[in-house]
């Protein structure tokens, strides 16, 4: 599987953006899909997820309510909406693939280590 991360860029605070992230291979529609995001001299984190089946889905604290995670299966897309973004957004960010199917309930939704693929990451600049 091949990840391939778009739509960042510079953004004032308050403003929005939608990532895509499209995928080429055949098995897109079993995977779940991450994204997650890397600021400049901090660990990578986990943003949001989204189950193979389209739910649930899952949120970083941090972007609850202010950013929405969905998947089109036949496009072999996942997408992370943006809004109301802040300057604490600005990191490059990834996304993923989990090939094992694991039950809604799972912590392994929100950890980097349990993705088997990645893409290469779009930044995104908020400026205040």
């Known amino acids: 599987v091949q990840l391939q991360a778009s739509g960042g860029g510079l953004v004032q605070a308050g403003g929005s953006l939608r990532l895509s992230c499209a995928a080429s291979?055949?098995?897109?529609?079993?995977?779940?899909m991450g994204w997650f995001r890397q600021a400049p001299g901090k660990e990578r984190e986990f943003v949001a997820a989204?189950?193979?089946?389209?739910?649930?889905?899952y949120y970083a604290d941090s972007v609850k309510g202010r950013f929405t995670i969905s998947r089109d299966n036949a496009k072999k897309t996942v997408y992370l909406q943006m809004n109301s973004l802040k300057p604490e957004d600005t990191a490059v960010y990834y996304c993923?693939?989990?090939?094992?199917?694991?039950?809604?309930?799972?912590?392994?939704?929100?950890?980097?280590?349990?993705?088997?693929?990645w893409g290469q990451g779009t930044l995104v600049t908020v400026s205040s």
């Open positions: 989204i189950r193979w089946s389209g739910g649930p889905t």
């Open positions: 291979g055949r098995t897109f529609s079993t995977y779940a």
């Open positions: 993923a693939a989990d090939q094992t199917r694991r039950p809604y309930y799972s912590d392994s939704y929100y950890l980097d280590y349990e993705y088997d693929y």
